[in-house]
Nanobody, 123 residues
Protein backbone atom coordinates (compact mmCIF):
# COMPACT_ATOMS: atom_id res chain seq x y z
CA UNK A 1 0.00 0.00 0.00
CA UNK A 2 1.17 3.51 -0.82
CA UNK A 3 0.21 6.71 0.97
CA UNK A 4 0.60 9.87 -1.10
CA UNK A 5 0.62 13.42 0.23
CA UNK A 6 0.70 16.41 -2.10
CA UNK A 7 1.85 19.90 -1.24
CA UNK A 8 2.95 23.10 -2.93
CA UNK A 9 -0.33 24.41 -4.23
CA UNK A 10 -1.45 27.97 -3.78
CA UNK A 11 -2.53 31.19 -5.43
CA UNK A 12 -0.35 32.60 -8.19
CA UNK A 13 -0.76 35.20 -10.92
CA UNK A 14 -0.88 34.22 -14.55
CA UNK A 15 2.60 33.71 -15.88
CA UNK A 16 3.91 32.61 -12.51
CA UNK A 17 5.29 29.29 -11.32
CA UNK A 18 4.62 26.69 -8.67
CA UNK A 19 6.25 23.39 -7.79
CA UNK A 20 4.08 20.62 -6.48
CA UNK A 21 5.48 17.77 -4.43
CA UNK A 22 4.09 14.33 -3.79
CA UNK A 23 5.68 12.40 -0.96
CA UNK A 24 5.03 8.68 -0.79
CA UNK A 25 5.21 6.56 2.31
CA UNK A 26 4.77 2.92 3.38
CA UNK A 27 6.68 1.62 0.36
CA UNK A 28 9.25 2.72 -2.17
CA UNK A 29 7.96 4.17 -5.44
CA UNK A 30 11.17 3.48 -7.34
CA UNK A 31 9.51 0.73 -9.36
CA UNK A 32 6.13 2.45 -9.71
CA UNK A 33 4.66 4.60 -12.41
CA UNK A 34 3.62 7.97 -11.01
CA UNK A 35 1.28 10.57 -12.44
CA UNK A 36 -0.33 13.92 -11.83
CA UNK A 37 -3.97 14.55 -12.61
CA UNK A 38 -6.09 17.63 -12.07
CA UNK A 39 -9.75 18.38 -11.61
CA UNK A 40 -11.25 21.79 -12.19
CA UNK A 41 -14.54 22.75 -10.58
CA UNK A 42 -17.40 21.09 -12.40
CA UNK A 43 -15.13 19.09 -14.69
CA UNK A 44 -13.83 15.56 -14.83
CA UNK A 45 -10.40 14.65 -13.55
CA UNK A 46 -7.84 14.81 -16.35
CA UNK A 47 -4.35 13.55 -16.95
CA UNK A 48 -1.54 16.10 -16.65
CA UNK A 49 1.76 14.24 -16.62
CA UNK A 50 3.38 10.93 -15.74
CA UNK A 51 6.78 9.52 -14.92
CA UNK A 52 7.47 5.87 -15.58
CA UNK A 53 9.61 3.78 -13.27
CA UNK A 54 12.42 3.82 -15.85
CA UNK A 55 12.45 7.58 -16.34
CA UNK A 56 10.17 8.18 -19.30
CA UNK A 57 7.92 11.19 -19.05
CA UNK A 58 4.53 11.99 -20.55
CA UNK A 59 2.50 15.18 -20.80
CA UNK A 60 -0.93 16.33 -21.77
CA UNK A 61 -0.84 18.59 -24.80
CA UNK A 62 -2.21 21.45 -22.73
CA UNK A 63 0.83 21.52 -20.43
CA UNK A 64 3.67 20.28 -22.63
CA UNK A 65 6.49 22.78 -22.67
CA UNK A 66 5.27 24.50 -19.49
CA UNK A 67 5.19 21.69 -16.91
CA UNK A 68 7.98 19.30 -15.98
CA UNK A 69 7.60 16.12 -13.98
CA UNK A 70 10.52 14.68 -12.08
CA UNK A 71 11.15 12.22 -9.32
CA UNK A 72 13.66 11.67 -6.56
CA UNK A 73 13.46 8.01 -5.62
CA UNK A 74 15.85 8.51 -2.72
CA UNK A 75 13.31 10.90 -1.21
CA UNK A 76 10.34 8.88 -2.43
CA UNK A 77 9.01 12.07 -3.98
CA UNK A 78 7.55 13.14 -7.30
CA UNK A 79 7.51 16.77 -8.39
CA UNK A 80 5.56 18.83 -10.89
CA UNK A 81 7.23 22.08 -11.85
CA UNK A 82 4.61 24.35 -13.38
CA UNK A 83 5.74 27.44 -15.29
CA UNK A 84 3.89 30.03 -17.35
CA UNK A 85 0.72 29.23 -15.48
CA UNK A 86 -2.60 30.18 -16.99
CA UNK A 87 -6.02 30.72 -15.38
CA UNK A 88 -7.19 27.53 -17.06
CA UNK A 89 -4.62 25.59 -15.02
CA UNK A 90 -6.72 26.32 -11.92
CA UNK A 91 -7.70 22.99 -10.39
CA UNK A 92 -7.09 20.55 -7.60
CA UNK A 93 -3.97 18.59 -8.50
CA UNK A 94 -3.71 14.95 -7.51
CA UNK A 95 -0.77 12.60 -7.37
CA UNK A 96 -1.37 8.98 -8.32
CA UNK A 97 0.61 5.74 -8.27
CA UNK A 98 0.28 2.74 -10.52
CA UNK A 99 1.91 -0.45 -9.29
CA UNK A 100 1.64 -2.25 -12.61
CA UNK A 101 3.20 -2.12 -16.05
CA UNK A 102 2.18 0.76 -18.28
CA UNK A 103 1.58 4.47 -18.02
CA UNK A 104 -2.07 5.09 -18.94
CA UNK A 105 -3.84 8.43 -18.96
CA UNK A 106 -7.07 7.36 -17.25
CA UNK A 107 -7.69 7.77 -13.55
CA UNK A 108 -9.32 4.32 -13.31
CA UNK A 109 -5.95 2.75 -14.13
CA UNK A 110 -4.16 4.12 -11.07
CA UNK A 111 -4.06 2.31 -7.77
CA UNK A 112 -3.41 4.96 -5.13
CA UNK A 113 -4.23 8.64 -4.84
CA UNK A 114 -3.31 11.58 -2.71
CA UNK A 115 -5.81 14.01 -1.23
CA UNK A 116 -4.99 16.78 -3.70
CA UNK A 117 -3.63 20.29 -3.51
CA UNK A 118 -5.40 23.39 -4.82
CA UNK A 119 -3.77 25.51 -7.50
CA UNK A 120 -5.42 28.81 -8.34
CA UNK A 121 -4.12 31.04 -11.12
CA UNK A 122 -5.47 34.57 -11.23
CA UNK A 123 -5.63 36.62 -14.42
Amino acid sequence: QVQLVESGGGLVQAGGSLRLSCVASRRSISSDNMAWFRQALGKEREFVSASSWNGETYYADSVRGRFTISRDNAKNTVYLQMNSLKPEDTAVYYCAARLRVGVPRYERDYDYWGQGTQVTVSS
